[in-house]
């Protein structure tokens, strides 16, 4: 069995290499800066099915001294036929001198016969101070691609091509930062085209890969969903004695219920984007939107949030239309039939009149204080009594999953999740709006869901998350 | 009976549930890797398996888990209710044979008791195959924490399991219970109805309850069937109780006690027998359909079966970034017209406030070999060698970092360089107009910060011509008299 391939990112200092590599192995723990020398030494990337490596990309420093370099393989060699030896020969001459660290890190992986995969900055000019390490590369006689990667906003990426087409087989635009899952894939394939061997393996990879992609999609639209049942059920509770109800006013009560209840639901929500990100390996990712304040325009509960994320009454009713039918269904099944599905008729038109009427109003979850009971009292807050309230959470939830799931993982600037300007639910089917009322409805009024109905709204917030990306990419 | 597959599904669900706060990447991990172990010895993976393999990971005196739990929760309803049918059985079979001499105990009476207990062990079981649960309150009571979907769905049938337990209990013990006060009590048995009904009528529902034993061992116990003639002589009438029974030997009052027995044997105790096997057959039944079909076990199925996928992204150093803080910070432009233009900067051309009437210049790095670099080094020294205050610019381009060979290349400058020398490095930017980024001089004077001190500099001058009184001027496209513009 033929070994893994393996590509070794090299280039000049400062042009993304390791950005390619953080991207390409799905790690945001890899130290990225504006710095030249970031990368001090080489550093292996396995990508591994059930401990099987497919490839390995290892992330080296960049040139410091190609033209010393290559006069020193000048120097040493007699014919073409030799190069790939002189090169090795100046690897093992130098291992340990500090002037050429960088060089022998850089070389190392190729002489042990990785592919290269040259990265240059496709955003300023073409330089010919390239040269040399473009022929240093060469002289290593391995197959080997380049990468236009653009850092900046200008675009020299032709006269690049030109150049770099002298040099490599195979030349690629890739932007480490900004380019969607579909090219990483398809750089991967291109690897695979350096060398016969290398194609099934690379692959195997890709579709690994796209499965991992799908299934995420998947696991998210299970963690939004438990969330969501969460947050819509959820009722802050305390119990008091007599002595305790008697010194504290109605009012203070049912404001230190409303604060506690308000910090558990953005606890949670902030807990359910955390998973979420953790799902897409990105663990180390700042926010812009700042901590959740009830004041704050992005807050959970801002009047800002709901405008951005709620529902029309349009919507509400067609979606509160199946919702009430389901429990009119259930008269017509009381009467073996014999209502002629009236029951649904009406309890569908029941649903809908009240989520029209009733669905577009802020209505927070009250504060119930119950009787004195062998000397207890229990006050509860909550679960909100307003669908809206969930369609907020959904929103949010879904915009911040598609954020994260388009987010590179060499992208280290902050996450600005700025509320959607348009109503982008509309374009959900009819029957995934319903599932959704459905358990929004049922999880208000406390009641547990069963296994299939949760399946079916895992399967509604599924296509949410489709309908949100759809709108997204035909959005300009 | 054994209620395996119940332990596993509870046991499974208990492990499901404390899996839901697992990371997924883990979870499929852990699982995929108990596959491949399973498929390496050749063994199919199941659930049994699966959580005897995390319950040895987990090793001895792992704590008992949910399942366990539940398990031993029902238990003890189940011995309660035992309890409870046994005293109940004793009491009630005392109450139904109540005799104090004067009276008969009622046959009739007897059967209406049997038909009850029949039907409440059918209702029990049909109530379990519904799913309707009128006593959940009470279970609800008794449980210290909530139930998982799984339990819940598994009550019913769990308590009818439970009663009928308590049911078998009542029956063995009434039988016992009736067959103490046979021995103990002189009983006498007859029958009675308000209901105008014959004999033979009478003694046609007797042998019809009677068939089951009548059938399967009619050599065995003859007298547990009685006879029209026994049936025609216990009648007893509320008026003429006196009479009838003087007319009849009085040891035909006592022949009933073998048909009470079978009676209560064969449709109290057997049925409730039968009912509860068949419960836990249904329970067992249950408990595999739960099983199969618990979302947990999708989820299980789906890593198990499914190949992990590991990017590769173990190694951490984002906390490693290098020091970015700039001690030096730029100086002004020394008077020289010595220009060094280090791997092509400057190219295509210089700006022209950089470039004087006497500026002589020089290349090096980027294509220029080595030995040009060597060249640049001495023609610079010669003319250093004649300055009183002996300064080089050298422009580079503020985008490309500043590399090693610049470094070696200032390193033979300083040694070949009249002592003295100074080097003042002006990185360019793209557009040569304009300064370069603050991130772009901060990498260059960190580098001029790492040479020799005192040696090297960073400058950034000004390198356009512009109009001080531009400010004063107005915009393209300003019409004069349309409005009146503010001067500072």
Same mark, same amino acid.
């Given at each position: 069995?033929?070994?893994?391939?393996?590509?070794?990112?090299?280039?000049?200092?400062?042009?993304?290499?390791?950005?390619?590599?953080?991207?390409?192995?799905?790690?945001?723990?890899?130290?990225?800066?504006?710095?030249?020398?970031?990368?001090?030494?080489?550093?292996?990337?396995?990508?591994?099915?059930?401990?099987?490596?497919?490839?390995?990309?290892?992330?080296?420093?960049?040139?410091?001294?190609?033209?010393?370099?290559?006069?020193?393989?000048?120097?040493?060699?007699?014919?073409?036929?030799?190069?790939?030896?002189?090169?090795?020969?100046?690897?093992?001459?130098?291992?340990?001198?500090?002037?050429?660290?960088?060089?022998?890190?850089?070389?190392?992986?190729?002489?042990?016969?990785?592919?290269?995969?040259?990265?240059?900055?496709?955003?300023?000019?073409?330089?010919?101070?390239?040269?040399?390490?473009?022929?240093?590369?060469?002289?290593?006689?391995?197959?080997?691609?380049?990468?236009?990667?653009?850092?900046?906003?200008?675009?020299?990426?032709?006269?690049?091509?030109?150049?770099?087409?002298?040099?490599?087989?195979?030349?690629?635009?890739?932007?480490?930062?900004?380019?969607?899952?579909?090219?990483?894939?398809?750089?991967?394939?291109?690897?695979?085209?350096?060398?016969?061997?290398?194609?099934?393996?690379?692959?195997?990879?890709?579709?690994?890969?796209?499965?991992?992609?799908?299934?995420?999609?998947?696991?998210?639209?299970?963690?939004?969903?438990?969330?969501?049942?969460?947050?819509?059920?959820?009722?802050?509770?305390?119990?008091?004695?007599?002595?305790?109800?008697?010194?504290?006013?109605?009012?203070?009560?049912?404001?230190?219920?409303?604060?506690?209840?308000?910090?558990?639901?953005?606890?949670?929500?902030?807990?359910?984007?955390?998973?979420?990100?953790?799902?897409?390996?990105?663990?180390?990712?700042?926010?812009?939107?700042?901590?959740?304040?009830?004041?704050?325009?992005?807050?959970?509960?801002?009047?800002?949030?709901?405008?951005?994320?709620?529902?029309?009454?349009?919507?509400?009713?067609?979606?509160?239309?199946?919702?009430?039918?389901?429990?009119?269904?259930?008269?017509?099944?009381?009467?073996?039939?014999?209502?002629?599905?009236?029951?649904?008729?009406?309890?569908?038109?029941?649903?809908?009149?009240?989520?029209?009427?009733?669905?577009?109003?802020?209505?927070?979850?009250?504060?119930?204080?119950?009787?004195?009971?062998?000397?207890?009292?229990?006050?509860?807050?909550?679960?909100?009594?307003?669908?809206?309230?969930?369609?907020?959470?959904?929103?949010?939830?879904?915009?911040?999953?598609?954020?994260?799931?388009?987010?590179?993982?060499?992208?280290?600037?902050?996450?600005?999740?700025?509320?959607?300007?348009?109503?982008?639910?509309?374009?959900?089917?009819?029957?995934?709006?319903?599932?959704?009322?459905?358990?929004?409805?049922?999880?208000?009024?406390?009641?547990?869901?069963?296994?299939?109905?949760?399946?079916?709204?895992?399967?509604?917030?599924?296509?949410?998350?489709?309908?949100?990306?759809?709108?997204?990419?035909?959005?300009? | 009976?054994?209620?395996?597959?119940?332990?596993?599904?509870?046991?499974?669900?208990?492990?499901?549930?404390?899996?839901?706060?697992?990371?997924?990447?883990?979870?499929?991990?852990?699982?995929?890797?108990?596959?491949?172990?399973?498929?390496?010895?050749?063994?199919?993976?199941?659930?049994?398996?699966?959580?005897?393999?995390?319950?040895?990971?987990?090793?001895?005196?792992?704590?008992?888990?949910?399942?366990?739990?539940?398990?031993?929760?029902?238990?003890?309803?189940?011995?309660?209710?035992?309890?409870?049918?046994?005293?109940?059985?004793?009491?009630?079979?005392?109450?139904?044979?109540?005799?104090?001499?004067?009276?008969?105990?009622?046959?009739?009476?007897?059967?209406?008791?049997?038909?009850?207990?029949?039907?409440?062990?059918?209702?029990?079981?049909?109530?379990?195959?519904?799913?309707?649960?009128?006593?959940?309150?009470?279970?609800?009571?008794?449980?210290?924490?909530?139930?998982?979907?799984?339990?819940?769905?598994?009550?019913?049938?769990?308590?009818?399991?439970?009663?009928?337990?308590?049911?078998?209990?009542?029956?063995?013990?009434?039988?016992?219970?009736?067959?103490?006060?046979?021995?103990?009590?002189?009983?006498?048995?007859?029958?009675?109805?308000?209901?105008?009904?014959?004999?033979?009528?009478?003694?046609?529902?007797?042998?019809?309850?009677?068939?089951?034993?009548?059938?399967?061992?009619?050599?065995?116990?003859?007298?547990?069937?009685?006879?029209?003639?026994?049936?025609?002589?216990?009648?007893?009438?509320?008026?003429?109780?006196?009479?009838?029974?003087?007319?009849?030997?009085?040891?035909?009052?006592?022949?009933?006690?073998?048909?009470?027995?079978?009676?209560?044997?064969?449709?109290?105790?057997?049925?409730?027998?039968?009912?509860?096997?068949?419960?836990?057959?249904?329970?067992?039944?249950?408990?595999?359909?739960?099983?199969?079909?618990?979302?947990?076990?999708?989820?299980?199925?789906?890593?198990?079966?499914?190949?992990?996928?590991?990017?590769?992204?173990?190694?951490?150093?984002?906390?490693?970034?290098?020091?970015?803080?700039?001690?030096?910070?730029?100086?002004?432009?020394?008077?020289?017209?010595?220009?060094?233009? =280090?791997?092509?900067?400057?190219?295509?051309?210089?700006?022209?406030?950089?470039?004087?009437?006497?500026?002589?210049?020089?290349?090096?790095?980027?294509?220029?070999?080595?030995?040009?670099?060597?060249?640049?080094?001495?023609?610079?020294?010669?003319?250093?060698?004649?300055?009183?205050?002996?300064?080089?610019?050298?422009?580079?381009?503020?985008?490309?970092?500043?590399?090693?060979?610049?470094?070696?290349?200032?390193?033979?400058?300083?040694?070949?360089?009249?002592?003295?020398?100074?080097?003042?490095?002006?990185?360019?930017?793209?557009?040569?107009?304009?300064?370069?980024?603050?991130?772009?001089?901060?990498?260059?004077?960190?580098?001029?910060?790492?040479?020799?001190?005192?040696?090297?500099?960073?400058?950034?001058?000004?390198?356009? =011509?512009?109009?001080?009184?531009?400010?004063?001027?107005?915009?393209?496209?300003?019409?004069?008299?349309?409005?009146?513009?503010?001067?500072?």
């Amino acid at each position: 069995m033929t070994a893994a391939p393996v590509f070794a990112v090299v280039g000049h200092p400062n042009k993304g290499k390791s950005s390619v590599v953080a991207t390409l192995s799905q790690n945001d723990a890899i130290a990225i800066a504006l710095e030249p020398g970031t990368t001090r030494q080489r550093q292996a990337y396995p990508l591994s099915v059930d401990g099987h490596t497919l490839y390995t990309l290892v992330d080296t420093p960049g040139f410091q001294r190609p033209r010393r370099v290559l006069e020193w393989l000048q120097a040493h060699s007699v014919s073409a036929s030799d190069h790939a030896q002189t090169v090795q020969a100046f690897v093992t001459q130098h291992q340990g001198d500090g002037r050429f660290t960088d060089e022998c890190e850089l070389l190392a992986p190729l002489i042990d016969g990785a592919g290269i995969i040259y990265v240059v900055d496709g955003s300023v000019p073409y330089s010919a101070e390239h040269e040399a390490e473009m022929t240093i590369l060469r002289w290593t006689g391995r197959p080997s691609l380049a990468l236009i990667n653009s850092i900046g906003s200008d675009d020299y990426s032709d006269t690049w091509q030109a150049a770099l087409g002298q040099f490599f087989q195979v030349v690629r635009k890739f932007d480490a930062v900004r380019a969607p899952f579909e090219q990483h894939l398809g750089l991967l394939r291109a690897f695979g085209q350096l060398e016969p061997d290398w194609e099934a393996p690379l692959e195997q990879a890709t579709d690994f890969l796209s499965d991992q992609r799908l299934k995420r999609r998947n696991q998210s639209a299970a963690i939004i969903a438990r969330a969501l049942e969460d947050l819509m059920a959820y009722q802050e509770k305390r119990t008091l004695t007599q002595n305790q109800s008697a010194g504290t006013s109605d009012d203070t009560l049912a404001e230190q219920l409303r604060q506690r209840w308000y910090r558990h639901q953005r606890q949670r929500e902030q807990s359910l984007r955390i998973d979420i990100e953790h799902l897409y390996q990105h663990q180390r990712i700042q926010r812009q939107e700042a901590e959740l304040e009830w004041h704050n325009e992005h807050d959970l509960f801002s009047e800002d949030s709901r405008r951005a994320w709620s529902v029309s009454k349009r919507y509400l009713a067609t979606a509160g239309f199946g919702a009430g039918a389901v429990g009119g269904a259930g008269l017509d099944a009381l009467t073996l039939g014999h209502s002629l599905g009236a029951g649904a008729l009406v309890g569908g038109l029941i649903g809908a009149a009240g989520s029209y009427f009733y669905g577009d109003r802020l209505m927070l979850p009250a504060v119930h204080i119950g009787a004195l009971q062998d000397g207890l009292q229990t006050a509860t807050f909550g679960p909100v009594q307003d669908s809206q309230f969930g369609y907020v959470v959904l929103g949010r939830a879904v915009d911040h999953w598609w954020h994260i799931s388009q987010r590179n993982h060499a992208g280290r600037e902050l996450l600005d999740l700025e509320p959607a300007d348009h109503h982008w639910l509309e374009q959900l089917d009819r029957g995934s709006r319903q599932a959704i009322q459905q358990v929004f409805d049922k999880r208000r009024k406390r009641r547990p869901l069963d296994d299939r109905q949760r399946q079916k709204f895992i399967t509604a917030i599924e296509q949410s998350m489709a309908a949100y990306d759809h709108w997204r990419l035909n959005r300009t | 009976m054994t209620d395996s597959p119940l332990r596993l599904l509870l046991d499974f669900d208990a492990r499901s549930q404390r899996d839901q706060d697992q990371p997924p990447a883990f979870l499929h991990r852990r699982d995929r890797k108990f596959a491949l172990t399973c498929a390496e010895q050749g063994q199919a993976p199941n659930a049994r398996r699966w959580l005897e393999h995390m319950a040895h990971l987990s090793g001895p005196g792992s704590k008992a888990g949910a399942g366990q739990k539940t398990l031993r929760r029902w238990r003890r309803i189940n011995t309660g209710f035992a309890f409870g049918g046994a005293v109940f059985g004793c009491l009630t079979m005392l109450g139904l044979l109540f005799y104090e001499g004067g009276q008969r105990i009622n046959i009739t009476v007897i059967l209406a008791f049997v038909a009850l207990q029949l039907l409440l062990a059918l209702f029990t079981t049909a109530q379990s195959l519904v799913g309707w649960q009128p006593w959940r309150w009470l279970l609800r009571r008794l449980a210290s924490e909530r139930n998982s979907e799984t339990t819940s769905r598994l009550q019913p049938m769990l308590m009818a399991r439970a009663a009928h337990l308590g049911g078998i209990s009542f029956a063995a013990t009434g039988v016992l219970t009736l067959l103490l006060m046979v021995v103990v009590q002189d009983l006498a048995f007859g029958w009675s109805t308000t209901l105008d009904t014959g004999a033979s009528g009478y003694h046609q529902l007797l042998t019809a309850l009677a068939a089951p034993w009548a059938a399967l061992w009619p050599e065995l116990w003859p007298a547990a069937v009685p006879d029209l003639a026994l049936v025609e002589a216990t009648r007893f009438f509320r008026a003429g109780a006196g009479a009838g029974a003087d007319t009849i030997a009085p040891d035909r009052w006592g022949h009933w006690w073998p048909f009470v027995t079978m009676l209560w044997i064969s449709w109290v105790l057997v049925p409730r027998l039968l009912l509860f096997l068949a419960s836990i057959l249904l329970l067992r039944h249950k408990a595999r359909q739960l099983l199969t079909n618990h979302p947990g076990m999708h989820a299980l199925l789906y890593r198990m079966e499914t190949p992990t996928l590991d990017t590769g992204n173990h190694h951490n150093d984002a906390a490693d970034l290098p020091d970015t803080d700039t001690l030096i910070s730029l100086q002004p432009l020394p008077d020289s017209n010595l220009l060094l233009c =280090w791997a092509g900067a400057g190219d295509p051309a210089l700006p022209q406030t950089l470039v004087g009437e006497h500026t002589q210049l020089f290349r090096a790095g980027g294509r220029a070999s080595l030995a040009e670099d060597q060249t640049a080094l001495a023609d610079i020294a010669n003319q250093l060698a004649a300055s009183p205050e002996p300064a080089v610019v050298v422009i580079t381009r503020s985008w490309e970092p500043p590399t090693g060979e610049l470094e070696d290349f200032l390193a033979s400058a300083r040694e070949l360089w009249p002592t003295g020398a100074r080097v003042a490095l002006v990185p360019l930017s793209l557009d040569s107009e304009r300064e370069p980024e603050p991130h772009q001089l901060s990498q260059w004077l960190r580098f001029a910060d790492r040479l020799d001190p005192g040696f090297a500099s960073v400058s950034a001058p000004r390198l356009h =011509w512009r109009d001080p009184h531009a400010d004063l001027l107005p915009e393209p496209g300003f019409e004069p008299g349309t409005e009146s513009r503010k001067l500072p």
